[in-house]
């Protein structure tokens, strides 16, 4: 074991995809808008409603009815993962690096077929992979229960903004189908859950809650970002939205992940403070190579930093109340311009 451990959710800071967004676009009729739906609904029920018991990122369990409608099959995420994964660059670069500098996580809210086929073009091994856990085989609903589905999709899609609608389909109406037993059992690894998936790994490898790296961009990434500054390690928004940058305290702004293969570098070698000190040099240096030799960046870590990057460098920020705005302004921009829109404005 390393001393230090990289914790990383996958859709954002690894590849481009919302795998489930994605499916739902592609196998269902209006999916892709009522998955969107869906997912401004999970955001309220975590930031405005604050629901009890409720995880970031149960858009993954509302959708599973209207994936029962379509009789999507455990085979159909699969092939569908495996034929869909698009890296954000220099992804695997960064990864092939951190096995050999630290303890590597993936923990993410997507479905497990996904995950594994990311893991196997990763090459991280899958046992460190923290995952929502969904037998799309096991889900069933009677003849009844799909034409009530398919009825709740046109309202859905017909009133998007009607929430007290939505809480009687999911929380009475589909409480009433046999299907609920199988869902309410799954347990989204999202916002708390991702919280918990860190705990199962700080309690299986002994890792340090004093030295991870935490690194993710989206809702579902709050508690984890929290747990890492919490107890002094490092916590990074890359390319976030508003609820990551509210609680990390460095912000990463990249087309590529060689950026934060710069700063795992450094904590690898270093320490917390190291990394802070970095951060505070390269916003004012006039020589960046200079720089990255002054502080022993890797050499092929700087060498494809600078293939990547000429005049117009990455941001790369301790974030503060004075700067919180204008990050947030390039970040969301720069996350919808390589995840797409659609996909980049999901919480």
Do not use: W
């Not at 604050?50 to 379509?70: C, D, M, Q, R, S």
């Not at 989206?218 to 929290?226: A, G, N, W």
């Amino acid at each position: 074991m390393f001393e230090k451990s990289f914790i990383t959710d996958c859709e954002g800071p690894l590849t481009l995809n919302d795998n489930a967004f994605e499916i739902a676009a592609k196998f269902i009729e209006d999916g892709g808008e009522l998955f969107r739906i869906l997912s401004l609904y999970d955001d309220y029920l975590v930031d405005i409603v604050k629901k009890e018991n409720y995880k970031a990122g149960n858009t993954l369990k509302l959708i599973l009815p209207f994936f029962v409608v379509e009789n999507l099959t455990n085979s159909d995420f699969i092939e569908f993962s495996k034929n869909n994964i698009y890296a954000v660059r220099d992804s695997k670069f960064l990864l092939e690096y951190l096995k050999e500098a630290m303890n590597t996580y993936i923990v993410s809210t997507s479905y497990g077929q996904y995950i594994e086929a990311v893991s196997d073009y990763m090459e991280v091994p899958f046992e460190n992979t923290f995952y929502t856990d969904v037998d799309i085989d096991s889900l069933q609903l009677n003849d009844e229960e799909i034409q009530k589905v398919k009825e709740f999709k046109q309202l859905i899609l017909d009133n998007p903004d009607d929430y007290e609608l939505f809480d009687d389909i999911f929380f009475g109406q589909i409480t009433e189908m046999g299907i609920y037993d199988k869902i309410k059992d799954v347990e989204v690894v999202g916002g708390q859950g991702k919280k918990l998936a860190i705990d199962r790994i700080i309690e299986r490898d002994g890792i340090d809650t004093g030295e991870i790296l935490y690194i993710g961009d989206s809702i579902t990434d709050v508690e984890p970002l929290e747990f890492a500054r919490r107890n002094n390690g490092i916590s990074i928004s890359f390319n976030g939205n508003e609820y990551p940058l509210k609680v990390a305290e460095i912000a990463v702004v990249s087309p590529s992940a060689v950026t934060t293969a710069v700063i795992a570098n450094i904590y690898a070698e270093h320490d917390k403070e190291k990394v802070l000190e970095f951060i505070k040099d390269y916003n004012i240096s006039q020589d960046l190579e200079k720089l990255f030799d002054d502080y022993n960046i890797d050499e092929e870590i700087k060498n494809r930093f600078f293939s990547v990057f000429d005049d117009d460098c990455p941001v790369i920020q301790i974030v503060t109340d004075e700067n919180f705005e204008d990050i947030l302004k390039v970040s969301k921009e720069m996350r919808n311009n390589i995840r797409g829109q659609e996909i980049g404005e999901l919480g």
